[in-house]
């Protein structure tokens, strides 16, 4: 371990005990909208530096606002209370951004770091079925054309969309395409979505799979039903018939020992 460097870490904490470090937060806004980038730490503000990258912004101090940019190409403003405010939001926007504070003696009283992304909203997804091999062919598209600045040619901006189904639902990422097969046929739901807006397609979709499955089902039942019903007619029947037989020999048995007892009698 270096413990000069923990060592010198410590004594900076202590001889600059207001000082806090530096934090990141993300903050998403739609193409168009307005933002407002705020500062987190307490207490009033005296001097406040806005920076993008490399590129300074804008200062406040004692209340007097000093613009390092041209104000209308930039669509900034600084509020009183240090906050940045980007009017008319653009793609290009987007970036690290960082404000730091300082006291009226010059210390350095606080640093902020703020990932500032801007979106386009999310198009509306389409959503397409077909039924192939008695199963639901679920396609869900969702395109939003993006210009490619290394290229210059559009491309398709991803999102993240969602396939619900009666049975489940698919999440696919960073996509602009989304397919799924289903055996049930009901309602399929397509969600498009992004950090800023979200949007849905619905449809009923319905295949005679299911009811071909049924059907085979039933026609095999009844079927069966009736084979076993013949069988059984067949089977009492034979049965019965076999009974009257015994009766009838049962019957001739009993006849024969009768006649022999008339011929007795009649004898002299």
Not at 167 to 191: D, H, M, P, Y
Not at 241 to 259: L, S
Request: charged share 30%; glycine share 4%; aromatic share 8%.
């Amino acid at each position: 371990m270096n413990f000069r460097r923990i060592f010198l870490v410590k004594c900076l904490l202590l001889l600059f005990p207001s000082v806090k470090c530096s934090s990141t937060r993300w903050i998403y806004k739609a193409v168009n909208e307005t933002a407002l980038l705020s500062i987190t730490a307490p207490g009033s503000i005296y001097e406040a530096r806005w920076t993008k990258g490399r590129q300074r912004l804008v200062q406040v101090k004692d209340g007097h606002v000093r613009y390092f940019v041209n104000k209308e190409q930039c669509r900034c403003a600084m509020l009183r209370n240090g906050t940045l405010q980007i009017q008319r939001l653009e793609k290009e926007d987007s970036g690290n951004y960082m404000v730091t504070v300082y006291q009226q003696d010059g210390k350095l009283k606080a640093e902020e770091n703020i990932m500032f992304l801007v979106q386009d909203p999310v198009p509306q997804p389409i959503l397409t079925g077909d039924c192939v091999n008695k199963s639901v062919s679920v396609k869900c598209e969702a395109k939003h054309k993006a210009k490619d600045e290394a290229k210059e040619k559009p491309k398709d901006e991803a999102f993240m969309i969602e396939l619900i189904q009666p049975n489940g639902k698919k999440i696919q990422r960073n996509a602009t395409v989304l397919e799924w097969r289903a055996w049930n046929s009901g309602i399929f739901r397509c969600v498009a979505k992004n950090q800023v807006s979200e949007k849905m397609a619905e449809k009923v979709i319905k295949c005679s799979g299911k009811m071909d499955f049924y059907l085979i089902l039933i026609i095999a039942g009844g079927a069966v039903f009736f084979v076993s019903f013949v069988i059984c007619l067949i089977y009492c029947i034979r049965r019965k018939k076999k009974r009257h037989e015994v009766c009838e020999e049962e019957r001739a048995m009993q006849a024969v020992p009768m006649d022999r007892e008339r011929a007795v009698r009649e004898l002299p």
